[in-house]
């Protein structure tokens, strides 16, 4: 373990688009990042999955670097944050927010498949690094952010989270309360 | 400089209670990926996105106050969120560049 108080910034900041896929034959949903100027829409097949383009947006991927011991944590595994506003009582990630007193906000760091299929999720020092770095910028006295890994989520595709992403932006939102889809996670 | 100050100076209509702190730069961005890479604690956020994802990342890098410009103002799902988040919400009439030229006479940069 590394005796250094790490001092977080951002690096190796790239833009690029969120591709979004999923398979026709099981449902499961995959996304990855990509560079390219205009995101590929390709079908193709893996294993028993079919993969089939479902949609993009502008995105943001960057790497946590730490001014005093230079140590770069590699945050590949996060394809984006959420903001948790879960009220399941069989989640995890519910329990968690239930837990918090008022000013302590709970974000879920997504990795790319949601149903971790193959047991992957976004690594434990990466979400220690998240951790770190936003709550070392915070400035109000009573303010935490707690950062927790998808794999802790009952059902991200079902969640009532808000997805930090520059998708649908524009778009009008139905109202939850009449029995909708989630607001802001369209 | 304080929220209350830039809103008296610069002509802003606030959307929601705000909690008075001091503001320490600037930040303008349509795009919420956009925002949690670049905006700062304790800065202002000027845009014209007024959809509920913005607050999410405003939170998340302790954003003091939101201005929408073009005289846009968002839902009240947003607007109780920001309260819940003590982010002060303001509207202005002008655009992004008018308003930004204001802050800068003001001395913030």
């Known amino acids: ?186 | 400089m304080e929220v209350s100050e830039i809103m008296e100076k610069t002509g802003l209509k606030a959307i929601n209670q705000f909690k008075d702190k001091e503001v320490e730069g600037v930040y303008i961005s349509d795009m919420v990926s956009d925002i949690i890479t670049g905006a700062k604690a304790n800065s202002i956020l000027i845009t014209l996105q007024t959809h509920k994802s913005l607050i999410a990342a405003a939170n998340l890098v302790d954003v003091a106050m939101i201005v929408f410009v073009k005289g846009k103002k968002p839902a009240d799902d947003v607007v109780e969120l920001a309260t819940k988040a003590e982010i002060g919400l303001f509207t202005s009439d002008l655009d992004a560049w008018s308003f930004a030229k204001k802050l800068t006479e003001l001395g913030l940069n």
């Open chain 1, 1 to 186: 373990m590394s005796a250094c108080t790490h001092q977080w910034f951002m690096t190796n900041i790239r833009s690029g688009y969120l591709v979004v896929e999923g398979c026709f034959e099981c449902g499961a949903r995959s996304s990855f990042f990509s560079s390219e100027a205009v995101p590929p829409i390709d079908e193709y097949q893996d294993g028993k999955h079919f993969w089939i383009y479902m949609g993009s947006s502008q995105a943001v991927k960057f790497d946590l670097k730490c001014s005093r011991c230079g140590i770069t944590v590699d945050l590949d595994d996060v394809n984006g944050l959420m903001l948790s506003t879960c009220e399941d009582p069989d989640c995890e990630v519910g329990k968690i927010v239930r837990q918090q007193s008022k000013g302590t906000w709970v974000y879920v760091a997504l990795c790319a498949n949601s149903t971790h299929a193959k047991g992957k999720c976004v690594s434990g020092q990466g979400i220690d690094a998240l951790n770190q770095y936003f709550n070392q910028n915070i400035k109000a006295p009573d303010k935490k952010i707690i950062v927790v890994p998808c794999r802790l989520c009952n059902s991200i595709d079902k969640c009532r989270g808000i997805i930090i992403a520059d998708v649908n932006l524009t778009d009008m939102y139905p109202d939850t309360s009449q029995g909708g889809r989630p607001r802001g996670k369209d």
